[in-house]
Nanobody, 122 residues
Framework: EVQLGVGGGLVQAGGSLRLSCVIS????????ISWFRQAPGKEREGVSC????????HYEDSVKGRFAVSSDTAKNTVYLQMNKLKPEDTAVYYC????????????????WGQGTLVTVSS
């Protein structure tokens, strides 16, 4: 099970927000845990994807240098720290897990948390 522990909300441009995701009933070591987002009317895209065992971490180009992923394995929790937020970051954000698949392909993720809306005002 994947559950979003901290929701989104409304934030001013240039502000920061941290999302958290709690993983239960799954092997953290065997799963890639990643963050996706989907703006209204647009395709879901990978924001920050972390391979199993922390093998690799990838960021979508538009968030490089602004977003960062971290984790607390003892709490089975992963985080997405979002800094210098821009209006174009407005979207519903999701955390997800997969045991096997293409890291940035949302269709390969079988476990999804509830989405949370992040709205960035100008």
């Amino acid at each position: 099970e994947v559950q979003l522990g901290v929701g989104g909300g409304l934030v001013q441009a240039g502000g920061s927000l941290r999302l958290s995701c709690v993983i239960s009933g799954l092997s953290v070591d065997e799963n890639a845990i990643s963050w996706f987002r989907q703006a209204p009317g647009k395709e879901r895209e990978g924001v920050s994807c972390v391979g199993n065992r922390g093998r690799s971490t990838h960021y979508e180009d538009s968030v490089k240098g602004r977003f960062a992923v971290s984790s607390d394995t003892a709490k089975n929790t992963v985080y997405l720290q979002m800094n210098k937020l821009k209006p174009e970051d407005t979207a519903v954000y999701y955390c997800a897990a997969q045991t096997e698949g293409i890291l940035h392909n949302p269709n390969d993720y079988h476990y999804w948390g509830q989405g949370t809306l992040v709205t960035v005002s100008s």
